[in-house]
């Protein structure tokens, strides 16, 4: 039975050595299995970590006066613009990202392809990190860089040709840490400004952010606002993402897309590399689908994200709110190991919780500048409790909520008045809202008026941001800390806060149980920040807790952050996306139909059969199985085939007679095999042959009950009874519980029912169906070739699971095999009721390379056939196609 609840992991502290070994391994294997592996992996981000500024006073938007002369001549630092107009300096944010990145090059070659961000100036006295040295700067990117701003199609070639070679040797303070480091290259990526800013500051942050935390764009707005409106921005950029990727790939290279702001990127990766091996890790939350199904371009997100093989998100719910919302949106089918099959191509779903570089931060705590502050704090706020939040002061942080429980804390527990501070720091956030703003400097002076006095404030708000020393010092000195945003990915600060309360006093930390490694982090006091009387109640625990519990909790919780790491995130990945290419679906793409080579061997032949399903071939499959209705374009195509005398053209589908002759009966020339190949009508008969009259059909009855059973408990479902064989629907009903009780069905009849029966259970697109072993698809399209021995080309094309059985029964050649010969089938004995001594074996005329078995779908769908097309309309144009030569033939043999 399906679980709702999200799974337990196992506790064991993840070892970064056994993941990086069982990474080698799986190389290792797939190398020995022949699968390609070129042991690069390219990241795809939204920004290069890096900084690119151009250098020179002909870019300067402001003259520079000019320079005091140094005491000695040999105190000039020789000019850049001497050789190179460009300077690089470290880009700071997203650190626990670029460390998990920076982390794999101890492993493998790495591309890091993102976008240049804003290009500022800079005066010619750039960081040494100009010259592709380190950069061990701690200064914000704001220190160096000029307030103006290049516009990208002022940059020439040249200069573009110079940044890209001038990246090609940077490398980060990470990397040459890393002894024995593999080469890590960033790759630009060039946007026009207009197309950049729409794309991030517009429909990112204005549409994608807000919905992924739980708030409709309307909610953050200041001005009307629509979901659609930079829709063309992001479309643009993702496209501009894919194209330098798909320059820089080489067979064998990993793949991975990371966030939100490159939801696109790996659908058009598929199209552009359908071999590749595609991983998209998203950083932030994502909805419950009833919140997803709000945005108006939801399909073209989802179908997006769905190009990747491997789509990972921070924890299980977010990746269970997305299978959902696959389901309930686009109605993608659930496989039995959780992937979403579209088309024939799987993408399967997991969670990997982000870290941050433990190691990292543990050095940084250890900074010179930190203990002077720390003392500091300590004597300013002697004999009270501390309290610290820092968070961005954006609606998702939750701090409006945090403040009105910190008076809530005041109010319900006044023996804290005068004896606890909050200090509260909000760095500002890319588009500041002074509305929240506003609220919170009023809220703040509210609770100062009405519990602080003439020596005692309650509530120390800075809006800044602060530096690390600053920030590390703050850290260190609290008793507890508060951290409780309303939703939230991953939060680095909290990781922080345990691994700066190591060396000091081991504080409790109070979490919000709304963000992304809440789960990983049960050891500190999970609230809901909406309930201020929850939240008021564990700070007060919090800060009473015993020294005991303190460090009991502490030392749980400090296991976890220094392994679970980003360098253990960045391997696991790394770990999940090998596991993914050594599935069968990546062992084998099946290529495209070659037009010239089919319509080549059509023309050559003296007779061809045609053998083709209707419902997801012919015509696409809808929702109500009734107005699959067969396009003017599929009865030309038809038409013109059936009437070539060269041609057999035969309809094999799991519709029921009726259907058929109802659409296609007026094609006379067309044969028609219904219920799967329980009726067979000829072309040109007018009557249908049953081939289950000689079998025992007495087990339909006990299908019906079961089928009654589980239609009565799933609304929406219906039952389909054919003379042969009986279906049950549930296209209609709820996805995820049609799905529930459709294998709760499945595994009662296959179980109970089959093994005592002569049937198969067959699980088709929404539906359930039963039918006699002996009918299939498989049985018809010997039957055919049977009785058509002298045909020299074979099309054959279907799109779902019973159509195997018609790719199956055309695997006429073993090994070099030239000729074959086929056996009288099942469907020819069973119709004559004679036994298949009375039937001679058959010589066929057709060759190998004239058998084109089609799937239609994906071209990693698992498949039997040889060829693919992607879609039913591709079908009816080949069709068309041949229909056509058909008619010129014909004509030129009148002529």
Known sequence: MDSFAEPRRPSAPVSLAAVREQVRKLESDHRASGIPLSGRIIHVCHYLPVVSSLVGPSRAAIPSPPQTPPAQASDIPPSPTDSQPWALSVRYGHSAMISGIASLASTHEQLVVGWTGDIPTALPTMPPSAYGAPSTSTASESAHASPSKVPTNDIGEEERRELEQLLAKYRSRDEVSIEGGKQTTYVPVWLDNKEAHGHYEGYCKQTLWPLFHYLLWQDVAT???????????????????????????RPGDLIWVHDYHLLLVPSLLRQALPEAAIGLFVHTPFPSSE??????????????????????????????????????????????????????????????????????????????????????????????????????????????????????????????????????????????????????????????GEYGSLDFIPVHHYHQTIKKDEFYALLSVADLGVITPLRDGMNTTSMEFII??????????????????????????????????????????????????????????????????????????????????????????????PKDRLESRYHAAKKRLFLLDYDGTLAPIVRVPSAAVPSPETLEALERLSSDPRNVVFIISGRDGHFLEQHLGHLKNLGMSAEHGGFVREPGAPDWTNFTESLDMSWMDEVLEIFRYYTERTTGSHIEVKKSSITWHYRSSDPEWGLFQCRQCQDLLENNLARKRPIEVLVGKKNLEVRPLAVNKGEIVKRILYYNPDAEFVFCAGDDKTDEDMFRALLLFSGDQKTARLEPPLSVTLLAKEPSTKFDPVDLAITRESVFTTAVGHSSKRTLAVWHVTSPEEVNQHLLDLGRMSQEDEAKSSL
């Open 223 to 249: 001005e009307y606002a629509s979901a659609d409106s930079h829709w063309a921005p992001y479309n643009a950029v993702n496209a501009a993402f894919a194209k330098r990727v798909a320059e820089v790939y």
């Open 291 to 448: 919140i997803f199904r709000c945005l108006p371009r939801r399909k073209e997100i989802l179908d997006g994200m769905l190009g990747a093989n491997l789509i990972c998100f921070q924890t299980y719910s977010y990746s269970r709110h997305f299978t959902s919302t696959c389901v309930r949106v686009c109605g993608y089918e659930i496989t039995n190991t959780g992937g979403i099959d579209v088309q024939g191509h799987v993408a399967a779903i997991s969670y990997c919780p982000v870290g941050v570089d433990a190691e990292r931060v543990a050095k940084d705590t250890l900074r010179a500048g930190i203990e002077p502050k720390l003392e500091a704090l300590r004597a300013l706020y002697e004999g009270k409790k501390i309290i610290v939040g820092r968070d961005k002061l954006d609606v998702v942080k939750g701090v409006v909520q945090k403040l009105r429980a910190f008076e809530k804390l005041l109010r319900d527990y006044p023996q804290w008045i005068g004896n606890v501070v909050l200090i509260q720091v909000t760095s500002p956030a890319l588009s500041d809202s002074p509305k929240l703003e506003r609220q919170v400097s009023e809220l703040v002076a509210h609770i100062n």
């Open 500 to 593: 700066a309360q190591e060396r000091t006093k081991r504080s409790p930390l109070v979490l919000s149980e709304f963000m992304g490694i809440s789960s990983n982090m049960s050891d500190a006091l999970q609230v809901n920040p909406w309930s201020l009387e929850e939240v008021a109640a564990a700070i007060h625990q919090g800060l009473l807790m015993s020294d005991e519990e303190k460090l009991s909790r502490h030392q749980k919780l400090y296991k976890t952050v220094t392994t679970h790491t980003s360098h253990t995130w960045a391997a696991m990945l790394a770990k999940m996306l090998l596991a993914q290419v050594g599935r069968q679906n990546l062992a084998r793409q099946t290529p495209p139909m």
